[in-house]
């Protein structure tokens, strides 16, 4: 069996932001009425082809890196037309049925690209992705010290400052991972200034919290993928 194809953080969370951009009615999956009117929606002058300039009109696909914007060209004719797109529901479709959720959409378009030489995989960015979207309990798109300690606490189900290796499965960052790789006895436990120095080694800008990016880059490779 092949392994899993992996992609670039970056790579895979273009996915997602074109994935949330389709998915009109925010119900967590894509349906075909979602696709046409998302095309519409872009497609300025309603010629029926998204153009270089309607694509950059939103900053979030003039952004995108190039192998999220290949998988526009459906067929490959090097326009995005409208035909692409419904090209592109149903072939998903076929494979995972017409509502298609994040995850299916993300495993669909890495089965069409190059896979990247170091990154992490569909499954596991999702289920990081949803990981750092549940602690950031203020939704501003960033985990703090405070919100990362927070998760720390609710794995800690005895409250003794420690994780156990039991209460390890619990804490959403790196949960399913083997406890001895961070601490020396995870019989005893692990105090929260193990995983501290985690969050410091993510935290690039030192300002005590974590985007997205910087989450997904230490923790997403960290993360169950179930």
């Known amino acids: 069996m ?5 992609a670039k953080v970056s790579t895979l969370i273009d996915l997602a932001v074109a994935f949330d951009l ?15 009117d998302h095309f519409a929606i872009i497609d300025v002058n309603g010629d029926g082809l998204l153009s270089q300039t309607e694509r950059g009109g939103d900053s979030v696909y003039e952004d995108m890196t190039l192998p999220a914007i290949k998988l526009f060209d459906f067929n490959g004719d090097g326009k995005v037309t409208m035909a692409d797109s419904d090209l592109a529901h149903f072939e998903i479709g076929r494979e995972y049925g017409n509502d298609v959720d994040l995850g299916e959409y993300v495993e669909y378009c890495l089965s069409k690209i190059e896979s990247e030489e170091s990154g992490i995989t569909g499954k596991a960015f999702v289920t990081a992705r949803r990981n750092f979207l549940v ?5 501003n798109l960033k985990v703090s010290e405070q919100e990362f300690r927070s998760e720390f606490r609710v794995a800690d ?28 006895n995870g019989n005893v436990g692990c105090p929260v200034e193990n995983f501290l120095i985690m969050f410091s080694d993510a935290d690039d800008d030192n300002n005590k919290f974590l985007t997205m990016t910087e989450y997904l880059t230490k923790f997403g490779g960290l993360t169950a993928s179930t």
């Open 22 to 36: 389709a998915d009109l009615d925010d119900d967590g999956v894509i349906e075909y009425a979602d696709d046409r």
């Open 135 to 139: 602690m950031d309990i203020d939704d």
């Open 2 to 6: 092949s392994s899993p194809k992996v």
């Open 157 to 184: 189900y005895d409250k003794n400052g420690n994780l156990t290796t039991k209460e390890f499965d619990g804490f959403r960052p790196i949960r399913n991972v083997n406890v001895t790789a961070y601490c020396n």
